[in-house]
Every structure is written in C-alpha cells, then in structure tokens.
C-alpha cells in the first residue's frame, strides 16, 4: 500500500479534499471500515423558544395543539470524538519547511475528522495553546466536517503550551464519556501532561495521543555556532556550538520521547509518534488498529 | 641550565601567541540565528556537556597558543647552556679571523670600524676565557691575504688581547676566501675539540664574490662542514658610500683629459662636490649628481703647466664615510708640446720629398707635436736655433754647416729626451760628415735588402707587418763601432743604428726615408716605425718606469750607475733611504698617496720623481652591501653559521652559540606533538 508523502499532499487545492483524499484512499486500501455508524432516534419535545430552528417544529403536534414544539433526538452513536489540538507556537516549528508540526497536526485533525464523520461518529473539535482557542461540539451531521475544515483552514499558531491546565479545563465541556484524540508536540513538562491525560482516563475516556514532532527536533541537522531562539518565549536564547552538543541533545530528545511512551503505556493510553515526515496514513493506521 | 636565544630581536614577537585567544575572544563566527521549538533540551545539552566542552576548547586554545610560542622561540634559534664547565668538557677551539681591509675604515659613529672591532676583540677573549680553561684562541688577522696571526692557540688573555694591539689597519682589499683556507690549514695543524670561526667584518658582498657551494670546496681543499662559522657583523643597513672607481687620464698638448668613472653606493641620489687637485692646488670644482646605485662617467680636462715635468695630483669626492676611496692620486708626466724640426735635403712640396712622407706619417702625432719643415739650402737654417727643438730630422743632406755641427753636438750632450734622427740618400757626401761624425757613411751598395732583425723593446708591435715586403735597393754602409744596432739588414748590414751621447741619442738610418732607395714609405710600417721612433726618444728614460700604482703592487725603479742614494718620501711624510748596492730599488707601497724619490747622483746633483699609489678599487671594497643570509648559505652549504649584529648581548651570544646546546630540534619535536595533539583534540569535539 502506497502512502501520500505529506508534502506531496500540500499540493491538493485544500484542506477537505486533501482529507477525503487520504481517507478515501486509504479505506479503499483497507477495503472496510471496522466501525458502523447509527441513526438518530426522537427522543421528546420541547416547547418552542425564541432561536429554534423552525425546520425542527413537529408541525403534526402543532395541529393537533395549536402549540409549538420542537423534536428532540436523542444520539444513538456509539462514539463521541473529540480532537484536542494544539496550535501554540512550538508547532509552528520548522518555521521555514513547507511541513511544520501545526500543519501536520492540522492535516491529521481533518483526516481524522473525516475519517470518523464517514462513519457517522460524532466528532467535536478543541483547538488551544495556552487557552482554549475554537471548541465545536461533536456533531454527526453531514454538513459538520465543512465546518471543521472551516475553521481548520483559518487557524494560526498560537502562543505557549499549558497542556495540563487546558485538560483541566476543557474537562468540563466533556458531558459523556467519549474518545479523545490528543494532537499535541506534548512540549510542556512531561510529568504533569501525564498526569492530566491519566485524568482523563480515570474518568473513563478512551485517550489516544498523537505525539508530533519535526524531523528538525529528531535529527538536528545544525552545524557551527547558532543563536537558538525559543519560540514560545522569544527572550529565551540560547548560543552554542551545535557539534559541541547534538550527540547529548539527541540523547535527551530519545529520553523525552520515551518519557511519554512509557508513561502512556503504563496507563493505558495509546500513543501514537509522527514525525512531520511520516505519511499520514501511518497516523490513520495507528488510529485505527488501536480502535479496533 | 638557562636558555639563551641567538636572535632574541624575534622574540619580539611572542605577543604573536595571543592571537588566538583574541580571535577567540573577539572575533567569533557571526551565529546563524535559527527560532526552535523548545529549546529546553537545547539547554539541558549544553548544561550537561559544557564542563567538558569548555576543557578541551581551553586546552586546544593553550596549545594553539603553545605552538605559536613554541614557533617563535624555535626561530630565534633556543640555545642551553650551563655556567658550569666540568673537568671532563671538551677542548674547544676558536680562531678569530679580523677584518683589516680598508672597507672596515668605514665610519658613521665617528668611530671607524676597526676600531670598534679591535675592542670588540679583546672584550669577547676575555669574555670568552673569563672563568674557563678548555677554550683555546688564535687570531689571524686577514685583509686579501693574512697580515699577521698568532703562531699556536691560546688561553692567556693578555698575550691575546697584547697582539690584538699591534693590529693596524690596511688599505688592502678583503679576500675572506684565501684567508679561510689559511684558517682551515690551521685547525689541521693543530686539532683538537670542537672548532668554530668567529669572523668580524663588515659581511659585505665585497668579501665574497660570485662563490657557491661547489667553488668553495674547490677554492678550500681544507673546508670541513663541521666548523662552526659566526660572523659578527658591524656592517649597518645604511651605508654612505660614493666612490671614484677608475680614472682613465690622456695628454694634450696642453691638457690632461681625465675620464672618470664614478659610482654611487647610496640609497639616494646626492650631489656631490668633485674637485681636481694639481700640485696641491685646486684647478677644478664641480657639483655632479649621482643616481643610486649607478655608475657615471664623467670627464674633466685640466690644463697643465708648462714648467713642470711631473704633475702630481688627486681627485677627490667630498668625503663620505669612507674616506679612503674618495681621493684618487695621480702622477702625470707632463709632455708639453714637443718640437720637431725637419731639415730636408731636397726639399720641395712634391711626392719626392722626404719632408713629405715624414709629415704624412707624424699626422696622428701633430696634436702633441709642432712639426717644422725647413730646407738646408736656405738660410732659415742657418739662422735656426737648434736647442728649441726637441727632435731633429736630418734628412739627405750633404752637408751640415759649420756653426750648426756645434749646435748639434751641444743638443746632443745637455738636454735630456731629445734626439736627432739623421737619413741617407743621394745628396749625402761622407767627407763633409768627418767634422762631425767620422767615417760614419763608409760607402753606397746596391742590392735587394731585407730587414732581418729589429729592436722590439723599441718597435714592439713589429710582428703585426709584413716585413719582408719592404726592400731597400740601395744603402749606406754604416760604421755601428760604438753603437747600438737597431734594425739589421741580410747581409748583417745595419739600417738604424744608434749612437749614444753623453745625455741624448743620435739615430742614423742607412737608406732614404723617401721612395728614392726603397719602397718602405709606402708601406703601412713606416708611420708606425716614424711614431715609435720619436715615441722612443721623448720617453727613453721613463717609459720603462710606471708612475701609478695599487697598494700591495710592487714599485720597482731601475737607477743610472752615479746614483748614491734615495731617499723614499711617503705620504705621510717619513722618510726611508736606500743606499744602492744594485742599481735598483724595489718596494711594497702600503699607503695611498702621493710618494716621492728624492735621487742623490755622486756628483751631488739630486733629481725627484714622483708615483701615486691608491687602493685597489677592481675588487668593488666599497660597495658595503651586505651579504644577505641565503648568500651565505649557498657558499657554505650544511655549514652552521650565523650572523650576528654587533650589540651589547653580542658577547653573551657568541658564548652561547660556542658552549650552549640547540634547542631548536627539542622544540621542533614539541611542536609537532602538540599539532598533534590539537588535531586530536579538534576531532574529538
């Protein structure tokens, strides 16, 4: 099965067919989904109220009434997705490559999307850095991936990280139990981004952690002396000579990594790593193995 | 053990060492400024290596520096040396070779530098021998040969610095090369220890020229690589010298015209102030400018006295730092214009005139002669005064008047250089001659007469005609009794013959110096025969006899029998008398100057002659550019020399280099591991 290198991939007009592309083409890979997806089913009505739609207006009820009264569906899905995105300004990292983590992630959040509409899931969206920036509510509807992609496309990179701060807070927009897809560079500080995603599983979510990073972080391609500028924190510089220092950085990213893929192991949690060179069906392999 | 450097003017340049601490310090790479991600693991690096990190680029920063400084201090050539000289150390042997050519008269601290160098001698034997008993000295004096040495080695400091004061300078030019041989020979007769050369000079080009490395072996059999070789140089960059190389003087009848050629061995063109001196008199001053380092010809015509036979005089340059070869000493003799009579027995304007063919042949002397043609019919001769005359032609006349034949004999005995040259020919009537010379015509003959011997101190040049082309059809037997026979004809008659008076010379030739007996006045000998025939009579006693000489030739006069004594006045105004047992005198002048021989005749009458002696400029003494390094490396090859400037740590370098062990390989040794080292050590980083 070929897969559609990410670069490769920019060059489709925009981000919805880009999705459907790498969707599509990879069920017709796989041949089937593994998920079957369920209808709406009435669940009650509700007295009109100013801001309703009227097409929802049980116009039967009226007649018989004279009153107005909305249907109510209860959701039948057997899944409520949320895609947790990090846009701070760590992942709009390498600034100057045409793939940076915050495409990348963007990218994966679309197909994602995609991926789990078409198999009539619901899927919400929260996107953040330091705060919650965009949240859209699981929807199942047809026209809700437009949406998505809507905002997708018009999202910038944001400021600094506070993973563990922002689970804490968009804990509360989680009313069922449901799946959470974790899109994040995880550049925050590893113990607390695991507590904070362990909490979410004591409270009995499916957690999946998309963990992207640049090839630029994994290889350290640098050579002579170079000023290191933090991106989150501009005043942050640091100056050195990069052959002096790669053998120890690499050392230390491998223990970074590993960091959070023991952690996550141990609780339960899946973990997928994607590097910004990795094609996206390989994320969408992972996703979908770890659903089955 | 205390390390000394032989060229310590470069360790001037240690601060060089730094260099890579202010590169470091102040001139780093501009850095790439790159926005990462989290540089928290960045820092985390950094933290964790930076001890190390900061260790090896100190060490590699000390050993770049280490190298740097481990360069100069090899360039400046590192020497040990221990103050404490056991029993057990080796002998070793020094021979001082002093410069006394004339070049080391150079002055520019008011202080020629023999002088200096005289003192520099015997401050460095007593530096030397100070406190140690296994060094040995010999001197050797040299110019262009050795003026004087010291028979063995030795270790007494004041029988060494003694001799070093009976050292006088020369006015001789520099031959190092003869002297080094002299040098070489003498550490072979006399071996043992270790052996060095300490040369003190002016290490100019002069010393040595146009030697390599292959001449020198050749020129010094002896020449042993192992000898050290140290020149101690006095010579300075800047040298002031402007000298007269050659003077080329000509005689006019009433001038000297002297060509000189002139050279400037400055750094700058300059004026200078030429004179020309006569008789201690100033006749000539001129301004003349003198490119650098170029040569000028420049002529000069003086006009001469009338009353002086020998001109003494100099040409003198305004004087430089080196004085001596800015005077050139001169003797000129001084030939006024000369007058030649011509009587002509047959005297008429045409082609078969005497007169004619003489004054054709005498055409290239008339510059410095006043030739007169007069008749023996007319009364002009009769009425002439003979003694105004410096040579007279008698030419086929066949009588001599009376009054005249007493005339002529006066002319003969009292003035010097004069003569009288007496021809033959038709009109010749031999009775009439017994008043004056008896039976000297004896009778005509004819035949065909070829020359068959020929005087060559007179007619040197003979062999270049063809001599056996010129017939002589009729002669006159001459009586040579009492004479001296020039030229000979086949047959043993004489054709010249010449007749010794009590001062002058009468020459009496056999045939016609016309076309009338021979065909010789149409070949090309006769003008030749003519000049040197006159030539010879005006320098009889003083052709034979230089004026100018070079110091070291020999001067050598050759005296008349009545000659007693002569007295020699030098320059400098001493007076040296030979008493003459041979009729010569022979001596080595050593002064430049003007000499002068008082002659002292039995019969108290005193004569003076003067020459002129100057140095020896050929051999280019006065170009005191030094020689460079490379130079002396060509001629000397795997030789271990140096050169060192003569200062005031001169003496402590000499010491060194002599007892003190060389440092430069150690150092070489530790420069290439300490390379080494740092490439390692960049690698590993």
Redesign the interface.
Known sequence: MKFIDPVTLLKLSNLEIRARYVVEGFITGIHSSPYYGHSLEFAQHRQYSMGDELKYIDWKVYARTDKFFVKQYQEETNLRAYIVLDISK??K???EEKID?FTYGLHLAAVLSYLLLKQDDSVGLIVFDNKIVKFIPPRVQSGHFSNIINILENLTAGEDTQISKIIYEFTKFLKRRGLIIFIS?L?DKPQEVLRSIKSLKFTHHDVIVFHIL?TY?RDFP?T?????????N?S??????T???VR??K???QT?IQEYKIGFRNSGIDYCLLYTDTPLEVGLSSFLSKRK | MNIFFLKPYLLWFLPICLIPVILHLFFQKHPKHIIFSDVRFIQMALKNILPKTKLKQLLLLIIRCLILFLLILTSARPISYSNYIGKNNKVKQIIIMLDVSYSMLYSDTGIPRIKEAKNFVKQLISELLKNKNNIQIAILVYSKHIEKFTPKFSSEISYLQGFIDTVNPTYNTTDLINSLSFAYKFFIEQPSGDRTIIIISDVAKHIIQGLDRIEIKNKIPEFDEKINLIFVNLNTKENNNTYIRTINISLEKTDAVMNLNLINYQNIRKNWCLSVELNNKEIFNELININKNVQLDYEVKVPLQDNEKEISGKVKLKQDNLKIDDEYYFVIRNLKEKKILVVDGDYSNTINSESYYLVKAMNSLKKNYNIKVISDMSDEFIKEKLLKYDIIFLCNLDKIPENKISELKNFLNTNKEKGIILTAGDKINSEEYQKWLSNVFVKEVTDNFHITDIDRTIFSDSDKFELDKLIFNKIYILNSDDSKILIKLNNGYPLLIQKIFENNSLFIFASTIDSLWTNFVSKPFYPYFIEKLINYIVNENTEKSQDNFIIGDTVFYTFKDNVETINLISPDNTVKTFKLNTQTIKFSADMPGIYKLVINYRDTVKETKLFAVNVDREKEEGNLEMLTQNELKRIFGKTKFVVMDYNKDIFKEITMNIEGKNLSKFFIILIILFTCAGILLSKKM
Not at chain 1, 224 to 232: A, H, L, Q, R
Not at chain 1, 236 to 241: A, E, G, L, R, S
């Open positions: 760590s992942m990292f390498p600034a983590k560079d550049f640049s972080e640098y002579g002396t170079v000023n290191f500028e933090s991106s989150e501009p942050f510089k640091i100056k050195t000579d052959e002096n220092i120890e950085y050392s230390i990213f970074f």
